[in-house]
């Protein structure tokens, strides 16, 4: 009895402590009122920036109402060039005044991602991330691999920007320095005040190949590979080899970085024209067998001498099925480096089941240059000697050497 009469007395205690008022210090100075720093909208915002030829061509153009028609619950991100960046991209306040208003409409949708990129997400990622501006372009494709599906979908091409942080804590725009980052929050999503111009993707690697005198060695070997198949293959069977550098099946364009070797990078492996490298194909050229009416020695000699500029993705492992299936490796030159790529998987299983084919090549630094090997090699690193060149396919990088493997003998 003496028991159940102290639990309960202990019990109402518990109850009597737990009513009592916690002794609590008065408040010391002023209350400090809660301000709410993201009520205004873009237009708001961008008017009160120092952003003047930026807001200027948004008043002229339509992406107010494009942005409203796309919903209410959508954030967005936009980069607000500030006025050098504007008139260094052609973009003055006169002809802003006389632009057509499709013209400004793609300007601004270039400039604007229908997501939103937090800061302190964006300075804590590593590397470049991927996002699509809600720039589309109707006359090409790329094909997409939607949630829940593993069939390539072909859909409208989207010109992507890929934001990073550089070692100094500015903002990276597709490789570039791009200023401070000092966003400014509004009420459907965030601007980030940028100043340098952004650079939209015009041309494939094929255009930039074909029209920069400083790879004609690359451009004639690649037409006379062209060529030559087309003449032993008596035009049966297509050579598919390089389709990717340029627009695939007339309209579908493919998602790749390329190193591409300049003139000088051939003369260092000793050949000084597009003879020389076709003198080096004659040792083992492709061929029709016509009893069994296919080709035979698929492959150029001068084959091996690109394959690492693609990632070497030539060598990955094939089973009687196929091989597996490519990742896209669209890396600018803050994330060549091995911390970031060096266990990158650049061919998947896929659904042929062959090993993972892993990041082939090795990079390092020779000053303020960037270099890249095959990893194992003696050939010589190759130097990026200009580097985030921007095509439809994705960065561009110009090296001083062939990058090889230890398996090319010449």
Request: aromatic share 10%; glycine share 8%.
């Amino acid at each position: 009895m003496r028991r159940i009469i102290f639990f309960i007395l202990a019990f109402v205690g518990l109850i009597m402590a737990c009513r009592k008022t916690e002794f609590q210090r008065p408040p010391v100075g002023e209350k400090v009122p809660y301000v709410e720093t993201a009520t205004s909208d873009f237009n708001t915002l961008l008017e009160r920036s120092t952003q003047k030829l930026f807001y200027a061509a948004w008043k002229r153009s339509h992406i107010d109402s494009l942005l409203k028609s796309l919903g209410s619950g959508v954030r967005f991100t936009i980069l607000a060039p500030d006025d050098a960046a504007m008139t260094a991209a052609g973009f003055t306040a006169d002809k802003i005044a006389t632009a057509k208003v499709a013209d400004l409409d793609s300007l601004l949708l270039f400039h604007v991602m229908s997501e939103y990129v937090d800061s302190a997400t964006l300075i804590g990622q590593q590397g470049n991330v991927r996002h699509k501006s809600l720039l589309r372009d109707r006359t090409i494709k790329e094909t997409v691999t939607r949630l829940g599906s593993q069939v390539p979908f072909p859909e409208a091409y989207a010109y992507k920007l890929y934001l990073g942080v550089a070692t100094d804590g500015s903002l990276l725009i597709n490789g570039k320095k791009s200023g401070k980052i000092t966003p400014v929050y509004a009420r459907n999503g965030v601007i980030y005040p940028i100043n340098k111009p952004l650079v939209r993707p015009n041309k494939t690697v094929i255009d930039v190949i074909n029209t920069d005198p400083r790879f004609s060695i690359l451009s004639g070997l690649l037409k006379a590979m062209d060529s030559k198949w087309e003449e032993v293959s008596y035009g049966w069977f297509e050579r598919n080899q390089y389709a990717g550098l340029g627009i695939e099946g007339g309209d579908i364009v493919s998602n790749d970085a390329f190193f591409a070797p300049t003139n000088e990078a051939f003369k260092k492996a000793g050949f000084n024209s597009v003879e020389d490298l076709m003198t080096l194909n004659e040792r083992s050229m492709p061929y029709l067998d016509e009893d069994l009416g296919e080709m035979r020695n698929g492959l150029f000699v001068t084959d091996s001498l690109l394959a690492y500029s693609r990632w070497g993705r030539m060598y990955s492992p094939r089973s009687s099925n196929g091989g597996g299936s490519g990742v896209p490796a669209m890396f600018w030159s803050n994330d060549l480096n091995n911390a970031m790529l060096s266990t990158f998987a650049l061919v998947t299983s896929g659904s042929n089941a062959v090993p993972i084919y892993f990041m082939t090549l090795d990079f390092g630094t020779n000053g303020e240059q960037i270099t890249v090997k095959v990893k194992g090699s003696s050939h010589a690193a190759a130097n990026i000697v200009e580097a985030d060149i921007p095509t439809l396919q994705g960065p561009f990088h110009a090296v001083d050497n062939l990058i090889l493997s230890d398996k090319v003998k010449f």
